[in-house]
């Protein structure tokens, strides 16, 4: 059985710091590419970050660069997303993915396997 577990969410002040972590089991994760999305209330799912199974490409939405920083800890299966200079607009519940694309690949495709998603609230 496959399982994507999130965790790290909570509420933060505007200007503040949370990492979330995601791990994976029932998949032979370092073959997967990993992708964290986001959902605010009223608004589509997006894709935040992005990190291949390799480790040697990231992305990142325009609207999170140089803010946050997704990495991957293949021995522990884990996914995780450092984010950094949170503001109200970054609220929203944060799911992590796993799929695989072509190198060069669109990550916001990445969809075989979700998590059950960790909530990101930030106050102003």
């Known amino acids: 059985q496959v399982q994507l577990v999130e965790s790290g969410g909570g509420l933060v002040q505007a200007g503040g710091s949370l990492r979330l972590s995601c791990v994976a089991s029932?998949?032979?994760?370092?073959?997967?590419?990993m992708a964290w999305f986001r959902q605010a209330p009223g608004k589509e799912r997006e894709v935040v970050a992005g990190?291949?199974?390799?480790?040697?490409?990231?992305y990142y939405a325009d609207s999170v660069k140089g803010r946050f920083t997704i990495s991957r800890g293949n021995a522990k299966n884990t996914v995780y997303l450092q984010v950094n200079s949170l503001q109200p607009e970054d609220t929203a519940v944060y799911y992590c993915?796993?799929?695989?694309?072509?190198?060069?690949?669109?990550?916001?495709?990445?969809?075989?396997?979700w998590g059950q998603g960790t909530q990101v609230t930030v106050s102003s």
């Open positions: 990190i291949s199974w390799s480790d040697s490409n990231t």
């Open positions: 029932g998949i032979t994760f370092s073959i997967y590419d």
């Open positions: 993915a796993a799929g695989r694309i072509l190198q060069g690949g669109d990550y916001s495709t990445i969809n075989d396997y």
